[in-house]
């Protein structure tokens, strides 16, 4: 059912279920098993998936689905085995190691949502690959619509899905479905002298290049500058097609091209928190070019220090528009997508002045204590989605931000922190990219502020 041989730093896994590697649950629990011994081996770093029969994988076994429909619990037992399948291809996405799909012959509906999950895929000219369950009146279920809308786009995906266009080899690698083709006599040397290549790397240039957000689209707002755009940067860094989101067009732009000039993938749009249908165009647009959004970071905000009585209603309104209505408004409109896909990390970057106040920022700490109690109770409601909701709240940071305030305040406020000096943005972009991450998967609903022990919050 499937053998696993290693070589050196390789460990090779072949599907044997005759005829076409139909997918079981046993041959899940197994494929299962394989990332378990791969995580807990540090000196493996590739794990290279073929097929010892001539199709790669067809996709989930008719009889399985005939057995689970027989049943009166047919309908739960068939969402059963697709979750299985979303768990493990979504371990298969994440492992510590590269992983290389090597596509030989057929790969069809489950077949190449597995092969979708890998960081590498080869495939021969002659290999036939789709996801044809629309023309069985189905859906793709296991994370491949997601996978494919990030390689070639919601255009180019939409079409091979709803028409159930199953293409070549030589097809799949122009649309960017799989990054090589060979004839199909050369496809396993070819693929074995890849796997070799790259495990001949050393290991920690590896792990630096194995991006744990590797193909996930993350907006994040305020990236023209500050802490936006050092979260922008690093989440980039990691592998993700950032959307840069500011009002700024300029900034926003030059972002871009300096994310861009390092090798990663980023895009602007434009958007005005304050503006309940500039936030609706943003969100349509997004989601009509990349699809849904993995990771929502609330980076922007903004705020006047002066004493309260001093205010103004125009200010309240701009300072809690941008600082709590408009990240709301932004969250009710990507959250369906994430719903519908039953996962997604949300990422709101509060204030420690909304959670034990701040002199002369009332109405800044008012807003920022609402997001964090939005935070928690949109936790809450979305953890049943399989949606993360935390909260950065930084402590005074080197931003446009707080060089804005005076400078006998700046020096007050360094005194008071117990490492005697501010943040940098990079610092508490560690903190986001912490959230954003599978490393924080059983975290929802939590507060982490990052300001040097200014604060200490119990």
């Not at 204590?369 to 402590?395: D, H, M, Q």
Request: proline residues 4%; glycine residues 10%.
């Amino acid at each position: 059912m499937l053998g696993t041989q290693r070589t050196g730093r390789v460990v090779v896994a072949a599907l044997s279920r005759p005829p076409v590697n139909a997918l079981t649950e046993e041959l899940l629990i197994r494929l299962d098993a394989v990332l378990d011994e791969v995580a807990a081996d540090d000196e493996i770093t590739v794990l290279h998936i073929r097929s010892d029969q001539k199709a790669f994988c067809a996709g989930a076994d008719l009889s399985l689905m005939q057995s689970c429909f027989a049943t009166p619990e047919g309908t739960e037992a068939m969402i059963a085995v697709v979750r299985r399948m979303q768990r493990l291809f979504e371990r298969l996405e994440n492992a510590n190691v590269v992983t290389l799909a090597e596509v030989g012959g057929a790969a069809l509906g489950g077949g190449l949502e597995l092969a979708l999950a890998c960081d590498l895929r080869v495939a021969a000219a002659e290999a036939k690959l789709g996801l044809p369950e629309a023309g069985l009146g189905l859906v793709p279920a296991a994370g491949g619509t997601q996978r494919l809308t990030r390689l070639c786009g919601p255009g180019i995906a939409r079409r091979l899905i709803l028409g159930a266009e199953v293409i070549d080899g030589t097809r799949a690698a122009e649309l960017g479905v799989v990054q090589w083709v060979h004839p199909r006599e050369h496809l396993a040397a070819r693929a074995a002298e890849l796997a070799a290549r790259i495990a001949a790397i050393p290991k920690a240039a590896l792990e630096g290049g194995c991006m744990s957000f590797k193909d996930k689209i993350a907006v994040v707002t305020g990236a023209a500058s500050g802490i936006g755009l050092a979260t922008a940067h690093a989440l980039a860094s990691e592998g993700a097609k950032v959307i840069v989101a500011d009002i700024n067009a300029e900034k926003g732009e030059a972002a871009v091209a300096a994310i861009r000039g390092k090798g990663f993938k980023a895009e602007f749009f434009g958007v005005d928190l304050t503006s309940e249908a500039s936030v609706s165009s943003f969100a349509e647009a997004v989601q009509s070019k990349v699809g849904a959004v993995d990771i929502l970071v609330n980076g922007a905000g903004w705020g006047q220090t002066q004493p309260f009585w001093e205010t103004t209603p125009d200010l309240w309104e701009r300072v809690i528009g941008l600082n709590f209505v408009g990240p709301m408004r932004l969250v009710k409109a990507l959250l369906p997508k994430m719903m519908e896909r039953g996962s997604g990390k949300i990422v709101n970057i509060a204030s420690d002045a909304g959670r034990v106040g701040s002199l002369g920022e009332t109405v800044y700490s008012g807003a920022k204590g609402g997001l964090i109690a939005f935070t928690k109770s949109l936790a809450r409601e979305t953890a049943r989605y399989g949606i993360n909701v935390n909260c950065v709240c930084p402590g005074p940071t080197e931003t446009p931000l707080l060089f804005a305030v005076p400078e006998k305040h700046l020096e007050a406020f360094k005194k008071a922190i117990p490492f005697r000096r501010f943040a940098k943005p990079s610092e508490i972009a560690d903190a986001v990219v912490f959230f954003a991450s599978e490393r924080a998967s059983y975290i929802t609903g939590q507060v982490l502020s990052v300001s040097g022990g200014l604060t200490m919050v119990g």
